[in-house]
T-cell receptor, first 111, second 111 residues
């Protein structure tokens, strides 16, 4: 099993541009999570899906952030427009029982 | 509102000795506690978990202890190896989906 796959690994963009982060969860896992890691706030949950349906998006910082899961093997996190304070590492994770398995993350830098 | 706290940002230990990482929590309603290990530029990797109804779980060199009366969790690594040098996060699982992470403890194993 290849694990949770995220792309791109690194993204550098300019303020105001649209950014799309991608995630392929582990096959058979029915929960998918998007986390953001910053120095100030550590690992914080943005949104999670169960069976492709968004269940809790209370962690999404503002309307500039949106996430979709069109099928069981793909999810996107979009930021439009991006701002410098969005710079962070974004992790996708999928779940089996109590264990979350994380991707390698996308390092986002908004200039 | 950080429900899980790791009060030691760093720990340095001699190779072969025991590493003890500590974690405190506030909410008694957690279902599971988990420990994750993170190397730079990688996603957190699941290490070991413990159900809230148990007080000890052991897996090889790793043992997690849960003291419910003190609301305290600890991870013991023995013997410590150079490859154990990483950031360790404790996390609590609540309502079967909400994983809250501590701020992390950076472990350095000295040769």
């Amino acid at each position: 099993d290849a694990g949770v796959i995220q792309s791109p690994r690194h993204e550098v963009t300019e303020m105001g541009q649209e950014v799309t982060l991608r995630c392929k969860p582990i096959s058979g896992h029915d929960y998918l999570f998007w986390y953001r890691q910053t120095m100030m706030r550590g690992l914080e949950l943005l949104i999670y899906f169960n069976n492709n349906v968004p269940i809790d998006d209370s962690g999404m910082p503002e309307d500039r952030f949106s996430a979709k899961m069109p099928n069981a093997s793909f999810s996107t996190l979009k930021i439009q427009p991006s701002e410098p304070r969005d710079s962070a590492v974004y992790f996708c994770a999928s779940r089996s029982n109590e264990k979350l398995f994380f991707g390698s993350g996308t390092q986002l830098s908004v200039l | 509102d950080q429900q899980v706290k790791q009060n030691s940002p760093s720990l340095s230990v001699q190779e072969g000795r025991i590493s003890i990482l500590n974690c405190d929590y506030t909410n008694s309603m957690f279902d599971y506690f988990l420990w994750y290990k993170k190397y730079p530029a990688e996603g957190p990797t699941f290490l070991i978990s413990i159900s809230s109804i148990k007080d000890k779980n052991e897996d090889g060199r790793f043992t997690v202890f849960l003291n419910k009366s003190a609301k305290h969790l600890s991870l013991h690594i023995v013997p410590s190896q150079p490859g154990d040098s990483a950031v360790y996060f404790c996390a609590s699982l609540f309502a079967n989906y909400k994983l809250s992470f501590g701020a992390g403890t950076t472990v350095t194993v000295r040769a």
